[in-house]
């Protein structure tokens, strides 16, 4: 598919543990944002990729929160010592740049117990 | 704080009626403004959008109106089917935020035959 994919589609962890999230953008597409959507809200920014490097990150809740994108394609969200709050779907967004349409993912659903 | 506010959760209409979504926002530096749509277990699709520097955008059965001096922006669908049942986001961007979006909390359409 042409389309952004996110892997795995649902994380069930309990509190305390890391886990990893997984991004894959539309080929060519050099911008990167993840998203994270609680229920009854809408998407609120996490981070912001232009390339390999993190353009803006200033969404990210706290230091248990770490995205990479080491190649400037694919990238992992981490989250480490997993809180219940943490619970919600993350979303991943790419586009051919930072002034174009986003196209989203359908998102991981991550349930801390 | 809310930056971006869709005060109505949920909205019914029948079809081939007309749609109104709103959607206020309190941020000056908004220069940009964007209407999403999202399915169940999708990511959100990009609709519509329009610059400040405009008042009203149209696009087939959308249109999108926005007053700068009330902070207020809407969404027309006309006439609505029953497809257009979904969650609609509004968001913002700001000047120099590099396409980061600010989201409302969306309201939901149910279009009724």
């Known amino acids: 598919g042409a389309g952004v994919s996110q892997t795995p589609s649902n994380k069930v962890t309990e509190k305390g543990k890391y886990v990893e999230l997984r991004c894959d953008p539309i080929?060519?597409?050099?911008?990167l944002y993840w998203y994270r959507q609680s229920l009854g809200q809408g998407p609120e920014f996490l981070i912001y990729?232009?390339?390999?490097?993190?353009?803006?990150d200033s969404g990210l809740p706290n230091d248990r929160f770490f995205a990479v994108r080491p190649e400037g394609s694919v990238s992992t969200l981490k989250i480490q010592r997993t809180e219940r709050g943490d619970s919600a779907v993350y979303l991943c967004?790419?586009?051919?740049?930072?002034?174009?349409?986003?196209?989203f993912g359908p998102g991981t659903r991550l349930t801390v117990l | 704080d809310q930056q971006v506010k869709q005060n109505s959760p949920s909205l019914s209409v029948q079809e081939g009626r007309i749609s109104i979504l709103n959607c206020d926002y309190t941020?000056?530096?908004?220069?940009?403004f964007l209407w999403y749509k999202k399915y169940p277990a999708e990511g959100p699709t990009f609709l519509i959008s329009?610059?400040?520097?405009?008042d009203k955008n149209e696009d087939g059965r959308f249109t999108v109106f926005l007053n700068k001096s009330a902070k207020h922006l809407s969404l027309h669908i006309v006439p609505s089917q029953p497809g257009d049942s979904a969650v609609y986001f509004c968001?913002?961007?700001?000047?120099?935020?590099?396409?980061?979006?600010?989201f409302g909390t969306g309201t939901r359409l149910q279009v009724t035959l």
């Open positions: 080929s060519g597409h050099t911008a």
């Open positions: 968001a913002a961007i700001g000047t120099g935020t590099a396409s980061k979006l600010t």
């Open positions: 329009i610059s400040s520097i405009k």
């Open positions: 967004a790419s586009s051919s740049g930072p002034a174009n349409e986003q196209f």
């Open positions: 990729f232009q390339g390999t490097g993190a353009a803006d």
């Open positions: 941020n000056s530096m908004f220069d940009y």
